[in-house]
């Protein structure tokens, strides 16, 4: 069965920049993808998405500072996160809605989760 895996997660200082990425484990035929984030004790917070047509869609708090976008030869989904807070310190996943095939029905999957700190 295809898997997501995440990476790119790590400890960055505040003004700084990462990039994640979520990647199917093979190829598929479409892929819409959100990006979550949690830190202990809160509800995940959807912070950006993204459509296998390339359509997005961001939370205010990263707007202008977030990008996502795809790589469809890739099967992957990337989070460019610039400008970074403290307040982004949290683990991101990527919940993916997949068709494997043009006849395919949809599969939710997540990925593993990575963990981003900002910090000085």
């Known amino acids: 069965q295809v898997q997501l895996v995440e990476s790119g997660g790590g400890l960055v200082q505040p003004g700084g920049s990462l990039r994640l990425s979520c990647a199917a484990s093979r190829s598929v035929f479409s892929i819409n993808v959100d990006w979550y984030r949690q830190t202990p004790g809160k509800q995940r917070e959807l912070v950006a998405s993204?459509?296998?047509?390339?359509?997005?869609n961001y939370a205010d708090s990263v707007k202008g500072r977030f990008t996502v976008s795809r790589d469809n030869a890739k099967n992957a989904v990337y989070l460019q996160m610039n400008s970074l807070k403290p307040e982004d310190t949290a683990v991101y996943y990527c919940n993916a809605d997949i068709r494997e095939t043009y006849y395919s029905g949809y599969l939710e999957l997540w990925g593993q989760g990575t963990l981003v700190t900002v910090s000085s």
């Open positions: 993204i459509t296998s047509g390339g359509s997005t």
